[in-house]
């Protein structure tokens, strides 16, 4: 895995250098003093070398948001390097497509709303829409290929009937229809049905265990009908907890260790077994959280003192930023649930941009 950290760790360095140098961050005291904040005081590093293509999240965010505010200081090089990060950022996972979604629609909502005075709006919407256009098409290209369906969500796991289960109101909902089952989930669990995310879904006691495969695709078409009748038969369960839910993931951006010591070993009969490790607490880990919110703290202080005299373009990005962190929170708690890595793989473009806009200020003082 160490060649998929570097290729995560170029790109995301490569986004963050991008971003600042717009922002108009100059000398290397200024790069050398945003480096380490980002290593040492945000959950990027930790989201480079995960095996998982979280760190895509905050990719496709910061790359949609500078080709759309910073347009005029790229080079057409850069735009369109940019472009193709943030495209291979959309075809990663389908969890980074409602972020982009978003931030094309959110950005072709301020530049029709400031179209007598924004600076080529037409230009900065195709580079805006270009990433979700091209991925889009990679993501359902390739799931036509591999499963013969074109989805962005071919073949997934329902994350979100999984969620509704683990807070209730599927559960009772299921065990009150699957007494007389009409759905391919009533034919794996009948009444009993598991009271966790991780009991519903894996292991040999889940669905990845126990469905069949054509089970499976019955029981991702049903999914959507599952969720939303089950909210209709206990709404205010279901509102309450995804209230509560998406508040706190709106600020749950603490990160966990990662594991190197989990193994695959063959069981007695000779099949892979997977065997996890538990997990240490490390006061390594423990210091980087409080960081990382100590200095989204001090970024959310600075723009609170100084935004009278944020420019325009710094104003729509800082907007943009927080919108789509919201737009995340509410995403993932509805398609899957809470998770404290979700809302920590974005969080790190917020002191991002905070800083580069507060050391390009300190370069700019200083060279006059």
Request: hydrophobic share 50%; net charge positive; aromatic share 10%.
């Amino acid at each position: 895995m160490i060649g998929l950290a570097l290729f995560q760790t170029v790109l995301a360095a490569f986004a963050c250098a991008v971003v600042a140098s717009s922002l108009g961050v100059v000398s290397k005291k200024a790069y050398l003093i945003l480096g380490i904040t980002l290593s040492a005081a945000s959950s990027l590093p930790m989201f480079t070398a995960f095996a998982l293509p979280d760190v895509f999240a905050g990719i496709v965010a910061a790359c949609q948001i500078v080709l759309f505010t910073g347009l005029e200081r790229l080079s057409r090089g850069v735009r369109f390097a940019l472009a193709a990060i943030a495209s291979l950022a959309v075809a990663v996972h389908a969890s980074i497509v409602p972020l982009a979604l978003w931030l094309c629609i959110a950005g072709t909502g301020v530049a029709l709303w400031r179209r007598k005075s924004e600076l080529r709006p037409a230009m900065r919407l195709a580079w805006l829409w270009a990433p979700l256009l091209a991925g889009g098409i990679i993501t359902v290209g390739a799931g036509f290929v591999a499963f013969g369906e074109t989805s962005v969500v071919a073949k997934h796991y329902p994350h979100a009937l999984a969620r509704s289960v683990s807070d209730g109101p599927a559960r009772w909902y299921l065990e009150k229809e699957c007494r007389t089952p009409r759905y391919a989930v009533c034919e794996v669990f009948g009444t009993k049905i598991p009271t966790t995310v991780g009991g519903f879904l894996f292991n040999d006691t889940g669905l990845d265990g126990r469905a069949t495969p054509e089970q499976m695709d019955r029981i991702r078409a049903e999914e959507s009908e599952i969720v939303f009748r089950a909210a209709l038969a206990y709404p205010g369960t279901e509102l309450g907890n995804l209230a509560q839910h998406v508040v706190k993931q709106s600020v749950w951006f603490w990160v966990r260790p990662a594991r190197y010591g989990d193994q695959v070993r063959p069981d007695s009969s000779g099949n892979p077994d997977f065997v996890e490790m538990a997990n240490i607490p490390s006061a390594t880990i423990y210091a980087l959280n409080v960081a990382i919110y100590a200095v989204i703290a001090l970024c959310t202080v600075w723009i609170g003192i100084n935004a009278r005299r944020l420019t325009q373009s710094q104003l729509t990005a800082i907007s943009l930023i927080i919108s789509v962190l919201a737009v995340n929170a509410a995403f993932c708690v509805l398609a899957s649930g809470l998770s404290d890595r979700y809302q920590a793989r974005l969080a790190w473009i917020f002191p991002l941009f905070v800083l580069s806009y507060v050391l390009s200020r300190h370069d700019k003082e200083r060279s006059l």
